[in-house]
């Protein structure tokens, strides 16, 4: 019997009816193993994974091999988006065994949950030095009968490594200006002078790292740093990456010039670079910064906003192609033959020349996927482009809630809400904040709890992890600081507080999961940034600016110890600790605090507070109110000045002369 039927998770939901006796992550399975003697295969992926699609489809649909895994296993499926935990303790160990990771993730498990084979991918028929799949379950099932004992010892030495890779860095004290040049140094030999970004192929956006090069900008003027920042956003907004229809990012880019994308759309990436776009923009008043930044909101809003007000996690990268064949990328690829059946024959030829769409192809079957090499397309024809690709079957959506995301989605809507007069982004970033108190957020005498997932409108069953109460608190804060409304600074109180008190360990280092989460072989803990900020890192960004508003002693000494990791990880590895580079800058900066006192329908105040939120200065926060606003604490005992709309600027507990100038504001808040 499948029981994923009743699972909340689109990726379990597209296994429910696989012939595979599927059950989900519960003690119930393991004990189902101990009381047949068999072990336990774990399988690990998520709705827009296209390798998790293609291994179902050969290896989970196909009735025989159903068969021996439910004759030889207990057969577990996990959501990693779902079990963040899971995910990670799993495959580290993948990792740590193979040299390599990704999904979908295939881990063969004791009754115990101890790890002893491991995989990824394993295709039907062996292929490019890769054993089969029926081959690895008929090797695994012999290792099991014939050499049990011999099993269980490798089991127990992968769960003791694992148990002695805790990180004891907390409390090593925080990174200065030595450990950010040597960081900058790092990522200035990683990068693509040519083509952008750092590193080869398949190369990520690197949205973490670009924060940490505007920031570091902003706070030395390093030219360099705005550089390559600036470069790497204009290739990846020319490239294949990028939509250059419907907005909106891809996964990654399978070469090194982002020009054939992994087509999956997933909402951390857009939510991250969309604010990146909208730092870049603040930071050099580039117009294709300000188009990418917008279209990128936009595209949230219209294709991944839940009827219940959140943001959905995905876009698949598969979809029909028209023959009923799920193809990748299908809905965004074009011939030239297709751009003359929309456009006409001259414009269709023009249209091929602007978004480089050969004859031979940049991807697959002679189709190219549209890139901008040089100036800006017409946007008309950009417009009847779009209207003819929305009549193609459309890529799947997954639509849980993931709170964490959400809340970079929050904080990304909120701003470029704020820079760009959008106050339709506010609004949607409002409504999602709402979503999440209402549903995710379990208000008790104990103290808030984070759920980490809903579905129409009914909340998961998982506990949040760091992350989440990170990310949410980061949304949360940017929300305050542009709409003015204290109560979001509030609600982000409740969840850091959670976090000084149920994920942190000693010296200051953070776990993924609480004090009280369910116990699994290894406590998760994992400081380094990859597809978006560590718990870690991101709930020292949140820490610091929730102590800025405050004053809290506690939450900054939080922050500070949390930032010892970067500067152990930071001049060695910058490019995978990028947010919490980043936040070090914030840190070195102050960050500083701004408070705008004044009615809020005096334009001198709205002045003042546009100027506040469009400072570069690192990490800065901004509060505003009237003069007798309980709001926020860094309005008390601020007045008017000489009956004027004023701004008062602090940091490292000193503050300038109050101003009532915009002019003279922007003045105290360069670096």
């Not at 002695?164 to 900058?184: D, I, T």
Request: charged share 25%; with cysteine; proline share 6%.
């Amino acid at each position: 019997m499948n029981r994923l039927a009743n699972s909340q998770s689109p990726y379990l939901l597209q296994h429910a009816s696989n012939p595979v006796d599927w059950w989900p992550w519960t003690p119930e399975a393991f004990e189902e193993a101990r009381q047949r003697g068999v072990p336990v295969l774990l399988s690990v992926g998520y709705s827009a994974c296209h390798w998790c699609h293609v291994m179902a489809h050969e290896s989970f649909e196909d009735e025989a091999t159903a068969t021996y895994m439910n004759d030889h296993f207990v057969n577990v499926k996990v959501d990693r988006e779902e079990r963040p935990d899971v995910d990670a303790v799993y495959m580290e160990a993948v990792q740590a065994a193979t040299g390599q990771g990704g999904w979908p993730m295939t881990v063969f498990l004791t009754p115990e949950a101890e790890p002893f084979y491991f995989g990824t991918y394993f295709p039907p028929q062996p292929r490019q030095g890769m054993p089969s799949f029926r081959q690895v379950l008929d090797g695994v099932a012999v290792a099991w009968q014939d050499r049990r004992e011999e099993v269980a010892e490798v089991a127990q030495n992968i769960v003791r490594d694992l148990a002695g890779r805790s990180l004891a860095v907390g409390g090593a004290g925080v990174p200065g200006e030595e450990e950010l040049a040597q960081a900058l140094l790092g990522l200035t030999r990683d990068y693509d002078e040519r083509h952008g970004g750092f590193g080869g192929a398949p190369k990520f956006p690197p949205s973490m790292v670009l924060e940490f090069l505007l920031r570091h900008h902003a706070r030395t003027g390093a030219e360099g740093a705005l550089q390559m920042a600036a470069d790497t956003c204009e290739a990846m907004a020319r490239g294949g990456i990028y939509d250059q229809l419907g907005g909106g990012f891809a996964r990654y880019s399978v070469d090194r010039e982002f020009v054939v994308p992994h087509f999956e759309k997933m909402l951390y990436d857009n939510a991250l670079l969309c604010r990146v776009y909208a730092h870049l923009w603040r930071a050099t008043g580039s117009d294709l910064a300000r188009r990418v930044a917008l279209e990128t909101a936009d595209f949230m809003v219209r294709e991944l906003r839940t009827a219940e007000g959140g943001f959905a996690s995905a876009l698949d990268a598969d979809s029909d192609d028209g023959s009923g064949r799920h193809v990748e990328g299908a809905y965004y690829v074009w011939t030239p033959q297709q751009l003359r059946e929309v456009l006409g024959d001259d414009e269709g030829q023009r249209a091929a020349e602007v978004f480089g769409v050969t004859e031979e192809g940049t991807f697959e079957e002679g189709a190219s996927v549209l890139q901008l090499p040089a100036g800006e397309a017409d946007p008309g024809v950009r417009e009847r482009l779009l209207a003819a690709r929305e009549l193609r079957p459309r890529p799947e959506r997954d639509d849980k809630i993931v709170a964490a995301w959400n809340g970079l989605a929050i904080a990304a809507l909120a701003e470029v809400g704020a820079y760009f007069e959008r106050p339709d982004l506010i609004e949607r970033a409002t409504e999602a904040a709402d979503l999440l108190v209402r549903l995710h957020i379990d208000f008790s005498a104990t103290g808030a709890r984070l759920t980490r997932t809903s579905k129409d409108g009914k909340a998961g069953a998982n506990a949040g992890v760091l992350e989440d109460y990170a990310d949410v608190a980061e949304g949360f804060l940017a929300l305050a600081g542009t709409t003015g409304e204290g109560v979001w600074l509030e609600f982000a109180g409740f969840l850091l507080d959670i976090v000084i008190d149920r994920f942190t360990g000693e010296g200051g280092a953070l776990y993924d999961t609480a004090h009280d989460a369910e116990r699994l072989i290894r406590r998760p803990q994992d400081p380094t940034d990859n597809a978006a900020p560590s718990g870690w890192t991101a709930a020292a960004g949140a820490l610091l600016s929730y102590a800025a508003h405050t004053g809290s002693q506690a939450h900054r000494t939080a922050a500070e110890g949390a930032l010892g990791v970067v500067k152990a990880l930071g001049p060695r590895a910058p490019r995978f600790v990028g947010w919490g580079l980043a936040v070090a800058e914030a840190l070195l900066d102050g960050p500083r605090e701004v408070a705008v006192v004044g009615p809020q329908d005096d334009p001198a105040t709205s002045g003042l507070f546009r100027t506040a939120l469009l400072a570069t200065a690192p990490g800065a926060v901004v509060a505003a109110g009237s003069p007798d606003s309980e709001e926020f604490p860094l309005l008390r005992d601020r007045a008017l000045v000489e009956g004027r709309p004023a701004a008062y600027v602090c940091r490292n507990f000193t503050c300038r002369m109050p101003t009532t100038d915009a002019g003279e504001l922007a003045g105290q808040l360069g670096a």
